[in-house]
């Protein structure tokens, strides 16, 4: 399997504590998909982290699902609440979307969240994880994950 949500949990629990977190916190967030002419599109989503997966559904030929299918490329950032806080920074994850058509993974998934029927649904691939916050009202720091490299952390002044 490709680098799904529990490679990246096991490789990095703490920022993944803090990343889910972070998408927690909030209903809504912002999906950035490929149109068909390749401009960026953004939309609001819920997402789910359930069994190791992190989950996009969606209604049915939405344009981000049709989106989706033709390029499964994405990045979804977390709402960053009210005012300037962004307490646990700033959090973004890209990969690809793999959508799911089997019966007994959308049923599954239909029990524990009640989505409206009918819907897509879309498993992640991550290929980066990124966290961006303030430390002690001094530095900019900034923490890349992506598989199979270790965490990479800058600090700016």
Not at 75 to 90: R, S
Not at 134 to 145: N, R
Request: proline letters at 7%; hydrophobic letters at 35%.
């Amino acid at each position: 399997m490709a680098d799904n949500w529990e490679t990246f949990v096991t490789a990095e629990p703490a920022l993944a504590a803090t990343v889910e977190a972070r998408f927690g916190a909030y209903t809504h967030h912002v999906l950035a998909t490929l149109r068909k002419d390749c401009s960026p599109r953004t939309t609001g989503l819920e997402v789910r982290f359930l069994h190791g997966e992190l989950w996009l559904g969606m209604m049915p030929n939405s344009l981000k699902a049709l989106d989706l299918r033709r390029d499964p490329r994405f990045a979804l950032q977390a709402n960053p609440g009210e005012g300037t806080g962004m307490g646990g920074g700033d959090v973004r994850i890209s990969g690809r979307a793999i959508e799911v058509d089997d019966p007994a993974t959308k049923a599954a998934y239909t029990k524990e969240v009640e989505p409206p029927q009918p819907f897509h649904l879309f498993r992640t691939e991550l290929t980066e994880v990124t966290r961006t916050c303030v430390e002690d009202d001094t530095y900019l720091v900034v923490q890349v994950w992506k598989p199979g490299q270790p965490l990479r952390t800058v600090k700016r002044t």
